[in-house]
């Protein structure tokens, strides 16, 4: 079955750093675009970066435009989001998700939360 | 990258049918047939429904299905089940090369 598992989440202070990993198994990682999709606590879904399946297409969402990126190791079926200057509003259940044009399938996400 | 819109909630008996719609731009749902829809129960991860507009990945109901007319998206819930009840979201492909999500609807089964 395919799976996709993220790590890395937890409490980190405004301005602080944070790396978010999502382990892929059971399918051809390579083969695929990946994304970050993020959820605030009792809000909507936000979409916020994409990596195509060569790591050569980057796309980012403006509100993490300049401080998260995105990034992935095809021989370790990993991906990766690195996020600094970290905020308030940053903080969400963090999702990794697989497709170009849709999100399928879904990781089980992992919280973050930005506060003092 | 404006969110698309959808209604914040919508609501049906048993057995009716009930639709959604997700409204964009030209930008997006009008430009591309690359429109999704999510199933999120409380506490889950979403689950794909729909994808490309009108088609179901393997495994989801028939009961389930979109549509689209210019910008505006829908989704149709046919022969409502109490374990329909949940949020449900939009998403489509952008002129930009990003996604953007609708704000998602609450879907209570009465």
């Known amino acids: 079955e395919v799976q996709l598992v993220e790590s890395g989440g937890g409490l980190v202070q405004p301005g602080g750093s944070l790396r978010l990993s999502c382990a892929a198994s059971?399918?051809?990682?390579?083969?695929?675009?990946m994304n970050w999709v993020r959820q605030a606590p009792g809000k909507g879904l936000e979409w916020i970066a994409h990596?195509?399946?060569?790591?050569?297409?980057?796309y980012y969402a403006d509100s993490v435009k300049g401080r998260f990126t995105i990034s992935r190791d095809n021989a370790k079926n990993s991906l990766s989001l690195q996020m600094k200057s970290l905020r308030a509003e940053d903080t969400a259940v963090y999702y990794c998700?697989?497709?170009?044009?849709?999100?399928?399938?879904w990781g089980q996400g992992t919280l973050v939360t930005v506060s003092s | 990258q404006s969110a698309l819109t959808q209604p914040a909630s919508v609501s049906g008996s048993p057995g009716q049918s009930i639709t959604i719609s997700c409204t964009g731009t030209?930008?997006?749902?009008?430009?591309?047939?690359?429109v999704s829809w999510f199933q999120q129960h409380p506490g889950q991860a979403p689950r794909l429904m729909i994808y490309?507009?009108?088609y179901r990945p393997s495994g989801v109901s028939n009961r389930f299905s979109g549509s689209k007319s210019g910008n505006t998206a829908s989704l149709t819930i046919s022969g409502l089940q109490a374990e329909d009840e949940a949020d449900y979201y939009c998403?489509?492909?952008?002129?930009?090369?990003?996604?953007?999500f609708g704000g998602g609807t609450q879907l209570t089964v009465l």
């Open positions: 998700a697989a497709g170009w044009r849709s999100f399928d399938p």
């Open positions: 059971e399918f051809t990682f390579t083969s695929y675009d």
């Open positions: 990596i195509s399946g060569n790591g050569r297409s980057i």
């Open positions: 030209s930008s997006d749902v009008g430009r591309y047939d690359y």
């Open positions: 490309d507009v009108s």
């Open positions: 998403s489509s492909y952008t002129t930009s090369s990003t996604r953007v």
